[in-house]
Nanobody
Framework: QVQLVESGGGLVQAGGSLRLSCAAS??????LGWFRQAPGKEREFVAA???????????YYAGSVKGRFTISRDNAKNTVTLQMNSLKPEDTAVYYC???????????????????WGQGTQVTVSS
């Protein structure tokens, strides 16, 4: 049974940092990603990392987080991490971990590309 469990959310002041982690179980996924959903808004892409079984990882970021967030994965532990720095109040949202069996090579994934989802973890950035 596939399961994605997020951790690491919380409350932080603007300019601060948080680190989100997601543990995947049930199978190994080629792509792992993060999405977020703010109140009253649609769920949006944040970042993703793809691995096609070789030594190359492909990372993708939304423009709004590029340069501030870093996504990484540990294949041995089947985990994905999102390091969030220089947080802004507009980063406040529920953050969801997502997984796909497809490796996205030089093509940024979208929400429809992910078939497995975690329950979400709240990130609140105060001004």
């Amino acid at each position: 049974q596939v399961q994605l469990v997020e951790s690491g959310g919380g409350l932080v002041q603007a300019g601060g940092s948080l680190r989100l982690s997601c543990a995947a179980s049930g199978r190994t996924f080629s792509s792992l990603g993060w999405f977020r959903q703010a109140p009253g808004k649609e769920r949006e892409f944040v970042a993703a990392i793809s691995w096609n079984g070789g030594s190359t990882y492909y990372t993708y970021y939304a423009g709004s987080v590029k340069g501030r967030f870093t996504i990484s994965r540990d294949n041995a532990k089947n985990t994905v991490t999102l390091q969030m720095n220089s947080l802004k109040p507009e980063d406040t949202a529920v953050y969801y971990c997502a997984a796909s069996l497809v490796a996205f090579i030089l093509k940024s994934p979208t929400i429809v590309d992910f078939g497995s989802w975690g329950q979400g973890t709240q990130v609140t950035v105060s001004s």
